[in-house]
């Protein structure tokens, strides 16, 4: 339970870790000051201590020119402004100053030989300096994880917690792996809450819909088979013409209609027991189309050229292929009328074609977006529903009259 909200945390544990930090420079900068110093005066006690019993004093003062050391006597006639000057080949530190003699300038000279470290001394302490340096940095990288890991810890706890979910395979139980009274009142108890309520509310909706389609798939296909029983028994009496005219009408509502009823169980259904990695022959299924619907071109003057550049194999839902292929003849075959033909079928590697030509008013109707109304079957845009569910792409190609309608997995 975490009484701060995730802001105040954050906020918290950024403040903590500048503090630290903070802290860690400072001591170490008064340090390396306190060193410095300590290292300065013992270097200039050795130089004396050497030159003992004569003490040399290392910080002497000049008010003339002549008086200065020959190397800086040169460059002091050049009447420098006052200020503070150092000399490195001679190892000295010069001060310009104001003397009382207004027209002339004092000089104080500190020599620095023998009190400034060596070259291999200030490599060394280079070397330490950057030791401590990324030690101290490494040491703040680390507390940053620690501490904002700590201040994030809820956030990972759910989205754990969420990814250990199937979301492909929900159960009545899955919202229950959240327990978003864990998180308290902040922002994530507020998500962990909303993404609890939302999971048992999808888990409650699989369930009404696995019910449902459940009933809807005995109640709907019982009136099916009670109309294909009838007609078997009219077929077996003797009939007229016209009668069995009107049986074939019927036959085919019939076949339509439970086509029909199959495929919207089949997008309705949120599972499908594994149905979607069928595998199955392409060729079969575009003949029993073409045989189903060839009804339709009764008394059309319209051949049908179908070519098979190869016999492809698909993976997915062989009965949604079907519904596609057969919705995609008919419209095919409807919208074609006397004297627009050939009606072409090319069946290739990865997909199959469907052109025909269609009258200026009519092809404007076929849009991938198109309902079910104005005798178009099924609607493209159902088609495009069920090439989506099984992972195969639609497209349909109008180039003036011509309509090529590509279906492609």
């Not at 013992?42 to 002497?60: C, D, G, H």
């Not at 006597?73 to 001679?90: H, I």
């Not at 200026?360 to 495009?384: A, R």
Request: a negative charge.
């Amino acid at each position: 339970m975490y009484r701060r909200s995730l802001r105040q945390r954050v906020a918290f544990a950024f403040a903590v870790c500048v503090a630290v930090l903070s802290l860690a420079w400072g001591f170490a900068f008064f340090g390396a000051i306190r060193l410095s110093e300590d290292r300065v005066l013992m270097q200039q006690l050795e130089v004396a201590a050497k030159s003992y019993p004569t003490v040399t004093m290392n910080l002497r003062g000049y008010d003339d020119i002549a008086s200065l050391p020959e190397s800086l006597q040169e460059w002091a006639q050049t009447n420098p402004t006052e200020g503070l000057y150092e000399f490195e080949a001679e190892e000295l530190h010069v001060a310009v100053i104001a003397s009382d003699n207004k027209q002339q300038k004092a000089f104080v000279v500190f020599d620095v030989a023998g009190i400034e470290a060596a070259s291999s001394e200030d490599w060394w302490l280079l070397l330490v300096i950057s030791g401590v340096v990324g030690t101290l940095g490494v040491l703040g990288f680390g507390l940053g994880i620690v501490v904002m890991r700590r201040a994030v810890a809820p956030v990972a706890q759910l989205a754990k917690a969420v990814a250990d979910i199937d979301l492909e395979h929900l159960s009545a139980a899955d919202h229950k792996r959240i327990e978003s009274g864990r998180f308290g009142d902040d922002e994530v108890g507020v998500l962990a809450r909303t993404i609890e309520s939302t999971l048992e509310r999808i888990s409650a909706f699989v369930a009404r819909e696995r019910d449902f389609t459940s009933s809807a798939s005995h109640e709907l296909r019982t009136p099916i088979t009670v109309i294909t029983g009838a007609l078997e028994l009219l077929e077996q009496s003797e009939l007229s013409a016209t009668d069995v005219q009107t049986l074939d009408r019927v036959r085919r509502a019939t076949l339509d209609m439970k086509t029909t009823i199959e495929m919207f169980l089949c997008l309705a259904r949120e599972t499908d027991n594994g149905l979607y990695d069928e595998q199955f022959l392409v060729a079969p299924l575009v003949r029993q189309a073409i045989d189903l619907q060839r009804h339709l071109l009764n008394r059309k003057l319209v051949d049908v050229e179908i070519d098979y550049i190869e016999n492809p194999c698909v993976c997915g839902h062989q009965q949604a292929f079907s519904i596609a292929v057969n919705n995609l003849v008919r419209n095919a075959f409807e919208h074609t009328h006397t004297g627009q033909g050939p009606i072409s079928i090319l069946i290739k590697e990865h997909e199959l074609l469907i052109t025909n030509q269609l009258s200026s008013d009519v092809y404007k109707l076929h849009t991938p977006t198109g309902s079910s109304s104005q005798g178009h079957g099924l609607g493209l845009g159902i088609v495009q529903r069920l090439c989506e569910r099984n992972g195969w792409s639609f497209r349909l190609h109008i180039e003036g009259a011509r309509v090529v309608a590509c279906l492609s997995w």
